[in-house]
T-cell receptor, first 110, second 115 residues
Framework: GENVEQHPSTLSVQEGDSAVIKCTYS??????FPWYKQELGKRPQLIID?????GEKKDQRIAVTLNKTAKHFSLHITETQPEDSAVYFC?????????FGEGTQLTVNP | SAVISQKPSRDICQRGTSLTIQCQVD?????MFWYRQQPGQSLTLIAT?????????ESGFVIDKFPISRPNLTFSTLTVSNMSPEDSSIYLC????????????FGPGTRLTVL
C-alpha cells in the first residue's frame, strides 16, 4: 500500500518568515495530494491540494509543489502569522483513499 | 461545502462495551469514510462506508470490530465493539461530495475514552 513520509515533525519560525514542509510518497498510482491544517481540539481542515497533472498551485500565502518523478510534494507558507500555528498533515490519495503523513507541528513565534 | 455533524462528540466507556457513532451530512454525498486518530498521532483510514452494501475495510481493521452502516447518501454509523483501552481515540467521518472529486471534508470527531 501507499506510504507517506513527512518532514520535519516540528518546525518553529519567526513571524513573517517562510515555512516549508516536505512529503514523499511511495505509490506512483497516487494522483491527488491534499494538505490539512489541524488546530488543537479541532477537525482537520483542507487548506490546499494538487493533482498529479499539475506541478504547482498557489492560494494567497500558501503554495504546493509536486514532483511526480521524484514522488515528493511540498507545502510553502510565506509571511507566516501566529494563527498559522497548527499541525499540518500531507496526504496521498488513490481512488479517494487517503494515506496521511505523520504531521508537522508548526509554531510561529510573534 | 457540506455541513457534517457527529454524535456523540465525546464519551467515556467501560471495557467490553460497544459504542455507535453517528455521522450526518446536510446534503447528499458520494463517498463517506471513517478515520481514527490516536492521541497526538496522524489519521488512519478505517473503512469506506458504501451505501447499501458492506463497507470496504483497510488492512488491520475488520468488520466484527468496526461494523459500519450507510443506509442512505447522508448518514453513516461506526460501531466500536468490545472496546479496550487501546480503542481510545478520536473517530472522524469524512465525506466527498459530487463534483468535488477526491476532496474530503471532516466531521468534528468523536473523542472516545475506554476505561
Amino acid at each position: 500500500g501507499e506510504n507517506v513520509e513527512q518532514h520535519p515533525s516540528t518546525l518553529s519560525v519567526q513571524e513573517g518568515d517562510s515555512a516549508v514542509i516536505k512529503c514523499t510518497y511511495s505509490d506512483s498510482a497516487s494522483n491527488y495530494f491534499p494538505w490539512y491544517k489541524q488546530e488543537l481540539g479541532k477537525r482537520p481542515q483542507l487548506i490546499i491540494d494538487i493533482r498529479s497533472n499539475v506541478g504547482e498551485k498557489k492560494d494567497q500565502r500558501i503554495a504546493v509543489t509536486l514532483n511526480k518523478t521524484a514522488k515528493h510534494f511540498s507545502l510553502h507558507i510565506t509571511e507566516t502569522q501566529p494563527e498559522d500555528s497548527a499541525v499540518y498533515f500531507c496526504a496521498a490519495s488513490q481512488v479517494s483513499r487517503l494515506t496521511f503523513g505523520e504531521g508537522t507541528q508548526l509554531t510561529v513565534n510573534p | 461545502s457540506a455541513v457534517i455533524s457527529q454524535k456523540p462528540s465525546r464519551d467515556i466507556c467501560q471495557r467490553g462495551t460497544s459504542l455507535t457513532i453517528q455521522c450526518q451530512v446536510d446534503s447528499q454525498v458520494t463517498m463517506m469514510f471513517w478515520y481514527r486518530q490516536q492521541p497526538g498521532q496522524s489519521l488512519t483510514l478505517i473503512a469506506t462506508a458504501n451505501q447499501g452494501s458492506e463497507a470496504t475495510y483497510e488492512s488491520g481493521f475488520v468488520i466484527d470490530k468496526f461494523p459500519i452502516s450507510r443506509p442512505n447518501l447522508t448518514f453513516s454509523t461506526l460501531t466500536v465493539s468490545n472496546m479496550s483501552p487501546e480503542d481510545s481515540s478520536i473517530y472522524l467521518c469524512s465525506v466527498e461530495s459530487k463534483g468535488r472529486y477526491n476532496e474530503q471534508f471532516f466531521g468534528p470527531g468523536t473523542r472516545l475514552t475506554v476505561l
